[in-house]
Structures are given as structure tokens and as C-alpha cells.
């Protein structure tokens, strides 16, 4: 994929800017296959008969799952040029998740920092992902980097720099 017209830049966001993405239903499917991928086959998880026997009374989805589904959700909630992930603190469980929960994910901008005259930044997230009900099942902060439009420094062109560059 890539970024297109409709991604936002550094630039058009705004602290108290807020969105919430689409919902994603939860499903078996999905616990039992990143118990595979992940190798976290906790009973919990996969074993319907032992989740009978805890508070929850019926198998639970991986916290981590719900992270991760959380990422791709909230890749629209902003749809801005984000170019990386720099960290995630502050991050709370919750709630369970439940197989047939339905899931998503509200953002606001708490803070914004502008770097590399403008091409570039760090915004800040409040992150909450809710269920079906409104309830948070997850919360936290998310740092990332976004593409910023940038000014040039007088005498610099698009070229890329010689030499080895790095990412930042």
C-alpha cells in the first residue's frame, strides 16, 4: 500500500484532533490462529472446557491479538503518513475480549513535535480501543513518526543525500 492524496501530513494534524476507526469482529478463527503464529497456546485462549472452570467462563482473546488487530485499525483512525512506531507506554488491560466482541479505536493527538525542518514529526496518541459496548478494553499512548511536507533549506533539491543515509 501506499500513502495516497487522502494521508495526512504532520502538518493537518492538531492536538485534540480525535477519530475512531470501523469495527472488527473478533472470531475463533482469529485466537486460534495466533495461538499458532505466536506459539501462546495458554488454555485460555484455545481450551473451551478449562475457560469454563475461570471468571471468565468462556475462552478470552490474547491481549496481544487485540494489540495487533488494534494496529491495523487504527492505520484509518488517523489516516495520516505515519512512518514508524517509536513506542507505546502507559498501556492498560483492561477488559477481556470474548470471541464475537466487536472492536475499535478511538485516537486523539495529545502532542505534537515538529523535527527536520518540518519533514518530519512525532505526534503523540491517546490511544482507547472500546467493544461493541463502549467499554475500554485496552488503553495507552502511542509515539509515532509522521511525514511531514517540510521546507527546504535554501540550495537543497529532492536529490537524495550522498552516502549512507539512515532512516531518521
Known sequence: MSFTSQHLYLDDLAVGQQWES??????????????????????IHVDHEFARTTTFKRPIAHGLLVLAISSGLGLN????????????????????????????????????????RGRLGVVTLKRLIVNQEGKVVQEGVFRVVVEGRGKKAAGETDAPPAGNGTAL
Not at 469495527?23 to 503464529?37: C, K, N
Not at 507506554?89 to 523535527?115: L, M, N
Open 77 to 116: 483512525a488517523p489516516l495520516a503518513r505515519i512512518l514508524a512506531v517509536l513506542e507505546f507506554t502507559e498501556w492498560h488491560f483492561r477488559a477481556p475480549v470474548y470471541i464475537g466482541d466487536t472492536i475499535r479505536v478511538q485516537s486523539e493527538v495529545v502532542d505534537k513535535e515538529v523535527r527536520g
Open 22 to 43: 470501523q469495527g472488527r469482529t473478533i472470531t475463533e478463527s482469529d485466537i486460534v490462529h495466533f495461538a499458532g503464529l505466536s506459539g501462546d497456546y495458554n488454555p
